[in-house]
């Protein structure tokens, strides 16, 4: 039985391989053609990169997926990828982006899926809006119920030494900040 890896039927191994995917480099060699083709690879410079025309032009591809969904109306702000051309029919309402982490959210989506920074930006963003929740929870007079929200209860319960490496880790980093910060203020004096 013939070994085929790639995508074309020519990529035939000489010699079988077992279990057909742990590969020597001379074997992977002579099926891999990647470095006959011009400007293979994603880590590319973005001007010879593959997918950039995609990420340049957001409105290539037919969309014909949805074609007998009527579209829901959008009454708030809804984020969707630069890579297709309209909302899906039906999409979700419950949180809409607000305050410095929705800010953030717009700037993050104007760039394509396969920028770094857009994900970088939405994980930031995603740390703002934990600590907007907590100064809104603050600013209503309701003191946030950590414990209970982070699942430490649980966290104890079923993974106790994670707990306590995290716990020990935490009084080190504790330690040397109030250690640094004194010997600063003695600095200064």
């Known amino acids: 039985m013939e070994q085929r890896l790639g995508s074309s039927s020519k990529d035939i191994l000489a010699v079988r391989v077992t279990g057909g995917r742990n590969l020597t480099t001379l074997q992977r060699g002579s099926v891999d053609v ?8 994603s880590d590319l410079d973005p001007a010879i990169r593959p997918g950039v025309p995609r990420d340049k032009a957001p409105e290539l591809g037919s969309e014909s997926l ?23 029919p039906v999409f979700g309402t419950s949180c809409p982006p607000s305050g410095l982490s929705g800010k953030m959210r717009d ?9 770094f920074q857009r994900w970088l930006t939405l994980m930031l963003a ?15 007079l309701r003191v ?28 080190v980093c504790v330690a040397v900040l109030v250690a640094y910060s004194q010997r600063r203020r003695r600095k200064l004096r």
Do not use: C
């Not at 700037?107 to 920028?115: L, N, V």
């Not at 209860?153 to 490496?165: A, C, D, I, M, T």
């Open 107 to 115: 700037a993050a989506y104007r760039h394509s899926e396969g920028k």
């Open 144 to 171: 946030p119920n950590v414990v209970r929200e982070m699942g430490l209860r649980s966290e104890w319960r079923y993974n106790r030494p994670g707990v306590l490496r995290k716990a020990a880790v935490a009084a």
């Open 126 to 140: 995603n740390r703002v809006d934990v600590v907007e929740g907590v100064i809104g929870d603050l600013a209503r």
């Open 66 to 88: 949805y074609a007998n969904i009527p579209q829901q109306r959008a009454a708030i702000t809804i984020h969707k990828s630069t890579e297709h051309a309209r909302l899906t």
């Open 34 to 41: 990647s470095t006959e083709i011009a400007g293979w690879g």
